[in-house]
Every structure is written in C-alpha cells, then in structure tokens.
C-alpha cells in the first residue's frame, strides 16, 4: 500500500503562503514536511507502521521530539487530546476536535483557537495562534489531529 503525496499551502491572514506541508509521494507510510515560506524543512510528521493506537509524535528537522499527541479521551461530542511538550509546558484541547472548533490551552491559557466557522470552502478552517508561539509548531499539532480524528481521509 502506497501513498501519493499531497501537498498544501498554509495561508496567513493576508492571503500569503506562510508555510507548505509537504506530503511526500510514493512512501509506505505517510510523511509530513513542513517548510517555511523559504523551503527550510521545521517539523516533520511520520506516520509509523506500527504506531501506538491514538499517537503520533511531531518532529523536529534534526530529528528530536518536537511534541506527542495523545488522544486522551473520547465522548459523543467532544475529544481530548493531550500534547506532551519535552522540556516545555504540556498542551491539551477543549472543544469539537470533529467539527473543528476547538482550543488549544497552555495551563489555563489559551494559545490557539481552531474554528471552522471563519470559512465557507469545504475542508478549510483557521487557526488564530497567539503572539509569542511556535506558529509551526502549534500548525503541525492541529494538522496531527486532523489526521488522527479524520483517518481514512
């Protein structure tokens, strides 16, 4: 079983291709590269083969853990998920991770919110990310999720 690779743009709220995901084409399992507006590879997301059920972990280019997503919990409306930061804060999610309004929270922070709401294409939503943060980072997390809550996809 192959894939082919989809690649898409990230936008800023000027219309401006920020950064690119990368889905490199005719692998066993799905890969993830995201890169600068300029090229530079900053995360990478390798779906692995024989993964532990409900996490995926976020890399670094130079191969070093960025972040593990977990999906913590899982009720008729609403998920959980959890991101263990190394060295750093741990993140968790409040909200629809299905419907794609959700927060992303530092503590009581919170550091990113994902709504649909703010578009009308299909398949698209916004991230609104608070100043100070890895916006990379914190793409690659909302974009794992996505992943994990929308296999098959």
């Known amino acids: 079983m192959f894939a082919i690779g989809d ?6 709220d000027q219309g401006r291709r920020a950064f690119k ?5 005719l692998r066993v399992r799905s890969t993830l590269k995201f890169e600068d507006a300029d090229g530079r590879e900053l995360y990478k997301i390798q779906e692995k083969l024989a993964r532990v059920r409900d996490s995926m972990t976020i890399e670094r280019a130079d191969g070093g853990a960025a972040a593990k997503v977990h999906n913590a919990l899982i009720t008729p409306l609403r998920d959980r ?14 909200g629809n991770i ?31 990310i608070a100043p100070g943060q890895d916006d990379a980072l914190i793409l690659a997390i909302t974009v794992v999720i996505d992943m994990m809550a929308h296999q098959g996809r």
Do not use: C, L
Not at 99 to 126: C, L, M, N, P
């Open 7 to 12: 690649d898409f743009f990230i936008e800023d």
């Open 21 to 25: 995901v990368d889905g490199k084409a």
């Open 81 to 94: 998920w959890t991101i263990n930061i190394p060295g750093g804060d741990d993140m968790s999610t409040q």
């Open 98 to 128: 299905v419907q794609h309004e959700y927060r992303i929270e530092q503590g009581r922070t919170t550091i990113a919110t994902v709504s649909k709401k703010w578009f009308r294409v299909r398949d698209s939503y916004g991230v609104d």
